[in-house]
């Protein structure tokens, strides 16, 4: 099964270069790998004359921010036409674990994974210190995200909770990835994309299943909690998301803004909005918010 990793990348050029070093050292390099640089012009010089060989395309970044949704889909048509027949996403702060690529083939190669979002468990990895990250030993610093299932080595878990799909590590064939459509591009700037992803996929009657034995492992890089830099496309975002499902996602971003006092819940008009100066909120309806 010909295979793709396909990153998007805006800065992180230190993140990107140890994610290229860790698709090399694998067990299984992918036939393909397709960076997408979203107005980031430098990346080339950080992925030339290392392997695997980098396919980089250039998305345009507008004012509302990174196109990730739209960025995504490049990539996935990208790694098509190069003939891929597993697309494996991966985010540019993720080094894949040693059997990623294998793991992930060997399940997409599994009848009764075959038509599935396959998800690899990720760990957030600590500071590192001052000869950065060496890849034989990421494995020791981080557990799997205790918000995901994690099963174990040699196992997939099937799940009926699309809510909890993410983008950071996963991986789908190519007639799966025809089946759901791709990302929705009105979706642009932080957070909803993929969460909507999801929602798309169970539409389709695509199952999500939680595969052991192919890690990933977050870099560390600072976070503010919850993500007030992207309040806006937040909003924005969620905004779209309830139009087209009927819930809010980032429920609790959303309650944390609140409680800081920066957005509040509009009555009138049934959505969160930005909250003035002394402005204070309703809060929604029980349930307004649904999960998230």
């Known amino acids: 099964m010909r295979s793709a990793v396909i990153t998007l990348a805006a800065g992180r050029h230190r993140h990107l270069a140890l994610q290229q070093a860790g698709l090399a050292a694998g067990s299984q390099a992918p036939d393909t790998y397709v960076v997408v640089a979203m107005g980031d012009p430098g990346l080339a010089g950080v992925l030339a004359h290392r392997e695997p060989a980098a396919d980089l395309l250039h998305c345009p970044v507008g004012p509302e921010g990174l196109p990730l949704a739209r960025a995504r889909n490049l990539g996935a048509a990208r790694a098509l036409e190069a003939g891929a027949e597993l697309l494996i996403f991966l985010d540019v702060d993720c080094v894949p674990g040693h059997r990623l690529v294998e793991r992930y083939a060997e399940a997409a190669g599994c009848p009764a994974h075959a038509r599935s979002l396959l998800c690899g468990t990720v760990a957030y990895l600590p500071p590192p210190g001052a000869a950065g990250y060496r890849l034989t030993e990421l494995p020791l610093l981080a557990s799997p995200h205790p918000a995901r299932p994690a099963p174990g080595p040699q196992e997939a878990r099937r799940s009926s909770d699309h809510s909890l799909f993410w983008s950071l590590s996963f991986a789908l064939t190519a007639g799966t990835w025809q089946a759901v459509g791709g990302f929705c591009e009105s979706y642009r700037g932080y957070g909803g994309e993929d969460t ?97």
């Open 196 to 292: 909507d992803y999801g929602q798309v996929a169970r539409e389709a009657g695509i199952p999500l299943t939680w595969l052991g034995g192919a890690p990933a492992y977050h870099q560390y890089h600072p976070v503010s909690s919850p993500p007030v830099e992207h309040l806006d496309a937040i909003l924005r975002n969620a905004e779209i998301f309830r139009r087209r499902w009927g819930w809010w996602p980032m429920a609790p971003w959303l309650d944390a803004f609140a409680s800081q006092g920066l957005v509040r819940w509009d009555r009138a008009d049934d959505r969160w909005v930005r909250a003035g100066p002394d402005e204070a909120g309703d809060l929604p309806q029980h349930g307004a918010l649904g999960s998230d």
